[in-house]
């Protein structure tokens, strides 16, 4: 064979075998990082598509494509293929009020209204114990709760916010997590000076952040002074950040702002220029048909924490009438120390059934609805809806698999009735948050399980201590 003949032979080889490549990736289609196939997609989205044996693939973080799992294995290939079949593939579950670290009050007092549980049980325990290192021990425990439970998003409100931040991160979870300022001494500020100055500082350190938005978090206005809140909204303006904040919870604070005001707590609110559409409001329970005007006029979003409202028999949210006027309402868990603990499964059976009662009419917050207040309208009252909420194209990865095949889950006939008022937390399978894989067959992979309750018995200890108990 003549060296230029052979050079044409090796060529003719190369070429075919990177013609037969290329049909190979042709044929394969387009590499993605991930695809979730097969089960019942629960997309949530505009049109509530729900497709029986679908798939969702995923690359960068973000989905590129949702749709019937025969489509998306022709159009995509992924290294990675998680196998959802006969299971819910349901958008990341939003948490949209919660103080994390209080995971470690779990049970410290119970059976008490806010007031009395507040000022003589939860405020000096945190006196008393909230450190920094606390803070970090209790977040991990309750990203642990939160991951094992579907919660991909939390909204946060505490102190040493930047350590919890720095958790949430480590861990790979999304979260809009707000410096709580107060007008009092706190475990991390002592005035209100040192506190504005810490919580800037935060806010510039975790802007643009992938899964952590900085927020600020007055406590509430029974808390907080009308010249720090008109503080807190220029920051918040001048740094485009949320503003989050506990409102209207019990009739005691209508009461006391009224006279204090002349005002209702969100008329209050309104009036001097607090409210915006970077408001987050938990709880708005005692508010009349004015107030949700003026939420929905300024674009606040209301969570709604069932149980902890029921637990501190703090009264019942005008959920249907809030929904039905338009407020843009996400749903919660509160503290694990008013609940007790963070299930958002157990907050949407007990949303769709307080107001059921409540109103005397089964057909308000139906399943469906259940299941949106904790994935899009959440996303929706976060101001986080362009991102989450949803399983859509375009929108962050954050999904989650639920087994269906259960005892308590048997037999099946409509998956939102399943998913709301039959399927518990210990269901979840595996949770993907940014395209990452945080659990996977229900192993958490982010986060030290065992040391992490390790941890958090030796705080038990300590907290049991400092407050004089066995
Ligand atoms: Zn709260």
């Not at 064979?1 to 037969?20: E, H, I």
């Not at 990675?80 to 007092?109: C, Q, S, W, Y």
């Not at 209790?138 to 720095?166: H, K, S």
Request: with cysteine; hydrophobic share 45%.
């Amino acid at each position: 064979m003549k060296p230029t003949f052979k050079r044409l032979a090796l060529c003719c080889v190369l070429m075919a075998q990177l013609s037969s490549n290329a049909f190979a990736q042709q044929r394969r289609g387009a590499r993605v990082d991930l695809i979730v196939s097969g089960g019942t997609v629960v997309t949530m989205d505009e049109g509530r598509r729900v497709i029986e044996d679908g798939a969702v693939a995923v690359r960068g973080g973000r989905i590129v494509a949702v749709g019937r799992r025969v489509d998306i294995a022709r159009r995509f290939s992924a290294p990675e293929v998680i196998d959802a079949a006969g299971k819910a593939v349901i958008p990341g579950l939003i948490n949209g009020h919660t103080h994390v670290p209080m995971v470690l009050f779990r049970g410290i007092a119970d059976d008490l209204d806010l007031n009395e549980w507040l000022t003589k049980f939860i405020f000096p325990a945190e006196a008393k114990n909230v450190t920094e290192e606390f803070v970090r021990v209790g977040t991990q425990l309750g990203l642990a709760e939160m991951i094992r439970g579907g919660t991909t998003t939390y909204c946060d409100m505490y102190y040493f916010e930047d350590a919890i931040a720095d958790e949430t991160a480590r861990a790979g979870v999304r979260g809009l997590l707000g410096e709580t300022v107060i007008d009092f001494p706190v475990p991390d500020n002592k005035t209100w000076a040192e506190a504005m100055r810490y919580t800037e500082a935060f806010l510039s350190k975790w802007r643009g952040h992938a899964l952590v938005t900085p927020a600020v978090a007055p406590h509430a206005p029974y808390t907080v002074s009308e010249e720090h809140l008109r503080e807190v909204r220029a920051m918040s303006d001048r740094l485009g950040a949320a503003v989050v904040i506990h409102v209207s919870e019990t009739r005691k604070e209508v009461d006391d702002i009224s006279k204090q005001k002349g005002a209702r707590p969100v008329e209050y609110l309104a009036r001097i220029g607090f409210l915006s559409p970077r408001t987050v409001a938990a709880h708005t329970v005692h508010i009349d048909e004015a107030e949700i005007g003026l939420l929905k006029r300024h674009g606040v979003g209301s969570v709604h924490n069932p149980e902890s409202n029921m637990k501190l028999a703090s009264g019942v949210a005008p959920v249907p009438q809030m929904l039905r006027a338009g407020v843009l309402v996400g749903l919660g868990t509160d503290g694990a120390a008013s609940n007790n603990d963070l299930s958002m499964w157990e907050a949407m059976d007990a949303a769709a059934k307080l107001h059921k009662l409540s109103s005397n009419d089964p057909r308000v917050v139906p399943a469906e609805d259940a299941l949106a207040l904790a994935t899009i309208g959440g996303a929706r009252a976060l101001h986080m809806a362009d991102r989450i909420g949803s399983l859509e194209e375009g929108k962050r990865a954050d999904l989650v698999v639920v087994d269906l095949d259960e005892l308590h889950q048997t037999p099946r006939y409509n998956i939102y009735s399943h998913l709301v008022y039959a399927t518990k937390a210990s269901d979840v399978r595996t949770v993907v948050i940014e395209g990452r894989v945080v659990m996977r067959d229900r192993r958490l992979l982010t986060l030290n399980e065992p040391l992490i309750k390790q941890k958090a018995r030796l705080l038990r200890e300590r907290v049991t201590r400092s407050l004089g108990r066995q």
